[in-house]
């Protein structure tokens, strides 16, 4: 147990910290969006092969889904966005817009034969996005505030003082 107390155990002061949390926050982000422009950039390149693409694709999702529940469960919502229901709006106008402009892309080599096809594609792939996209911030958005509730009563009940024991005679 001593060997894993010494090796677990920072030398870090608390600016040594900081700064390596704000050089580990760095990491993450750019292999999220590295990982993002990769699988974009394969999908235009090589169509819809997931062969190709899908390893990229599933690591994106895994680094994803682990910074939305980790966030969630320590009570954060993010750093420069509001938690409120008129951001979640925007941000699901935002993704229905990105849908519509790939999906318009993706299905350029299409419109000789079916020029409608692809706009009505986008159309539909974009309101099916901003759909779930609202949805899932709405979830997001209660999961966060029942939390950050559970989170303001467990320190309330910390600072609460103890009624002090007695002793039975």
Not at 4 to 19: A, G
Not at 79 to 99: D, E, K, Q, S, Y
Not at 105 to 123: E, K, N, Q, S
Not at 139 to 149: D, F, H, I, N, V
Request: proline share 3%.
């Amino acid at each position: 147990m001593k060997l894993f107390e010494r090796l677990t155990k920072s030398k870090l002061d608390e600016m040594q910290e900081q700064k390596l949390a704000r050089i580990e926050r760095n990491i993450s982000h750019m292999a999220i969006f590295g990982l993002l422009a990769l699988f974009l950039i394969e999908l235009f390149l090589f169509g819809y092969d997931w062969k190709i693409v899908g390893g990229e694709f599933v690591l994106l999702m895994i680094l994803c889904f682990y910074d939305i529940i980790a966030s969630l469960r320590a009570g954060v919502w993010s750093r420069n966005i509001a938690p409120t229901r008129r951001n979640n709006v925007l941000a699901a106008l935002a993704a229905g817009l990105i849908v519509f402009a790939f999906f318009l892309f993706m299905t350029v080599r299409w419109w000789d034969l079916y020029p409608l096809a692809g706009v009505i594609a986008a159309a539909i792939s974009s309101v099916a996005t901003i759909m779930l996209t609202y949805f899932l911030l709405w979830a997001s958005l209660r999961e966060y505030e029942r939390r950050q509730e559970q989170l303001d009563q467990e320190a309330d009940e910390e600072e609460k003082p103890q009624p002090p024991e007695r002793r039975e005679k």
